[in-house]
């Protein structure tokens, strides 16, 4: 990232925005996989209006696509939907067939989130096919974890374990870091749901402490949540309700994992007075994110 922000230095001097089209789409994505939402849509924004003027469609479809990306993650759902099918109906129209299958990836947890669960299906069996034909592991493993998520918000839960397995299987020796973490946040997410509170607690502590050591913040939060939902099925409902609001109140804590968040905190609230509720929330919301991680895995 900071060779990227030294490049654009360079590069903004010489008055020629072509140039800058790569670093600011480039940057973009690592700001939105840190968790900097604000900080990545400026970015891709800036790409996109040089990506036009200078008539470049790749950049300006995948500039579009990753803004939709980002609309839907931080809760406007519908209309990331319709921008992600609009970039990927550009992208069938040249017949890309790396970028359809990028596409249909991330476009598949959005359609889940919309309630298209068979369209979701639909497309990353579609995607699985073309990462397959074109040996593109990361593709397939990204497919399968998709697959898997679906699955398991599906209540499939067996089903859900066999595509997340698939994932590890195809990134295995050649994926590592935040796609391999966020495979295995799904295997801890599947043994949560299947009351395996033991091994849901060791796959997303190790999960938790590995997402702190590489830095990724977005993945740090989607492990809490699930480390707090054990607290709160193990009656420790105050530490649950601080923690929740803990991790509504951090600014990198996505959609998703607000809405997950904002369900313990409702469960775990109706179980506490109003004085016990209070000084709860008060304390979670006092919580930097490193007092959070300590607190949830300190058991």
């Not at 996109?48 to 500039?63: H, I, P, T």
């Not at 970028?99 to 249909?104: E, N, Q, R």
């Not at 990462?131 to 592991?137: A, K, N």
Request: with cysteine.
């Amino acid at each position: 990232f900071a060779l990227l922000n030294e490049s654009l230095s360079l590069l903004r001097p010489l008055g020629n925005p072509a140039t800058l089209v790569d670093p600011l789409f480039l940057s973009g994505i690592m700001l939105h996989l840190c968790g900097d939402y604000e900080s990545s849509r400026a970015r891709l924004r800036e790409a996109a209006a040089y990506a036009r003027a200078g008539n470049d469609l790749w950049f300006s479809v995948y500039a579009h696509y990753n803004l939709g990306y980002l609309a839907a993650l931080t809760g406007q759902v519908q209309a990331g939907y319709v921008m992600m099918c609009h970039s990927l109906a550009a992208w069938r129209a040249t017949a890309d067939p790396r970028s359809i299958s990028l596409g249909l990836n991330f476009l598949a947890p959005t359609a889940m989130r919309l309630g298209h669960y068979e369209q979701a299906v639909a497309w990353l069996e579609e995607s699985i096919a073309l990462s397959s034909e074109l040996g593109d592991r990361w593709g397939l493993g990204t497919a399968w974890r998709q697959y898997g998520a679906v699955e398991l918000a599906r209540g499939n839960i067996e089903a859900a374990k066999t595509h997340l397995a698939q994932s590890l299987d195809a990134y295995r020796g050649f994926v590592t870091g935040y796609d391999l973490l966020h495979t295995n946040i799904h295997l801890g997410e599947c043994a949560l749901a299947e009351g395996d509170d033991v091994a849901a607690g060791r796959i997303l502590a190790d999960a938790l402490r590995e997402a702190r050591a590489e830095g990724i913040e977005a993945l740090t939060l989607q492990a809490v949540v699930g480390l707090v939902e054990l607290k709160l099925r193990r009656g420790r409902h105050a530490e649950a309700l601080g923690l929740a609001v803990a991790v509504m109140n951090q600014p990198v804590a996505n959609y998703e994992v607000k809405t997950c968040a904002s369900a313990v905190r409702v469960a775990a609230r109706g179980h506490l007075d109003d004085a016990q509720g209070v000084a709860a929330e008060e304390w979670g919301r006092a919580l930097s994110l490193e007092e959070m991680v300590k607190a949830v895995l300190g058991d």
